[in-house]
């Protein structure tokens, strides 16, 4: 290569790596600034990291809350053994401390979203059968938080630490059931006979409606109902369908006797025992006369939950 030729070679070569330098360094071109770097003394929401401060350090700005709130609730076991009290659901408090109470310090479940307050919550409230299935509930799945209806540090429920009692508290969102039970026949929640959790688990199970089960796997309705639990030899098919007991009664309450779905019990047979192509329930015989009035199937089919005896369900 000619002299000549070399210097026109390096000078193409000088022009492309100062091209290639441009971008970086022109003035109006926008500076990707760096990921913003996490504190080691920051604390998310719902994360416990960082070092523990001594239990007694909480009662010195917080001793309201634990004279009343804690230390005489369920919640006291924190302080046994090796477990550190207040900061077993706030997270390690040293940090929130040594910042004069910084707020920014320290878990606070108002901030927290649901799914985060029961992550910390069924840390501890998971290993019973009661609460395991909260994680897949319908009330979280509608943004109900634990918060919602317990409340550690305000609650006068030493028990369940209840916001409210609990008729009034499933009152508060469940409407339509508030209103069903005013029936003239129902079910004696108000009065405090039954409660909602007796039939329901608000923490969540396998089955819809969080409705419990009894004894069995049979439905929740035999806790109380034991005469129609079965097995029986002979299975009235409504009772075994996902309906259960609800393809004739209403649950909650009813304006009919027995909670009945319709007022007359004829009328509730007939909407399965009509003769039909598509129907798998038999049609009513040909000799029972319809036309007598108030003459109840259940007057000769007494035994319309199952029976052992008699496959057309008589005594």
């Known amino acids: 290569m000619t002299p000549h030729r070399l210097r026109v070679f390096c000078f193409f070569i000088a022009c492309f790596l100062a091209v290639q330098s441009l971008p970086s360094r022109a003035s109006g071109a926008p500076q990707e600034s760096p990921p913003p770097q996490k504190s080691s003394s920051s604390l998310a929401p719902g994360q416990a990291s960082g070092v523990y401060a001594d239990n007694d350090v909480c ?44 707020i920014t310090k320290i878990i606070r479940f108002e901030t927290l979203s649901p799914a985060q307050t029961a992550a910390i919550c069924t840390k501890c409230h998971q290993a019973s059968p009661e609460t395991q299935n909260f994680a897949k509930s319908e009330h979280l799945a509608n943004g109900v938080s634990c918060t919602s209806c317990h409340s550690p540090h305000k609650s006068a429920d030493v028990n369940f630490l209840l916001v409210k009692s609990q008729t009034e508290l499933c009152y508060g969102c469940h409407t339509a059931q508030r209103a069903e039970f005013a029936r003239p026949y129902r079910h004696r929640v108000d009065v405090g006979l039954i409660q909602c959790s007796d039939c329901h688990n608000p923490h969540g199970t396998q089955t819809g409606h969080q409705v419990r089960a009894a004894a069995g796997q049979f439905a929740v309705c035999t806790k109380c109902h034991t005469d129609t639990m079965g097995p029986f030899v002979f299975e009235h098919a409504p009772v075994k369908t996902d309906e259960g007991c609800m393809s004739c009664h209403t649950p909650h309450g009813s304006t009919n006797p027995r909670l009945l779905q319709v007022n007359n019990v004829n009328f509730l047979c007939l909407r399965c025992h009509t003769p039909n192509t598509n129907g798998a329930a038999s049609g009513v015989p040909s000799f029972h006369n319809q036309a007598t009035k108030y003459q109840a199937c259940t007057l000769c089919h007494t035994q319309i939950h199952g029976s052992n005896f008699d496959p057309v369900f008589f005594r």
């Open 59 to 102: 009662k010195t700005c917080h001793e309201e809350v634990w004279t009343k709130h804690f230390f005489n609730t369920p919640h006291s076991a924190l302080l046994k053994g090796n477990q550190h009290g207040c900061q077993g659901c706030h997270g390690p408090a040293q940090a929130h401390v040594d910042g004069g109470g910084d």
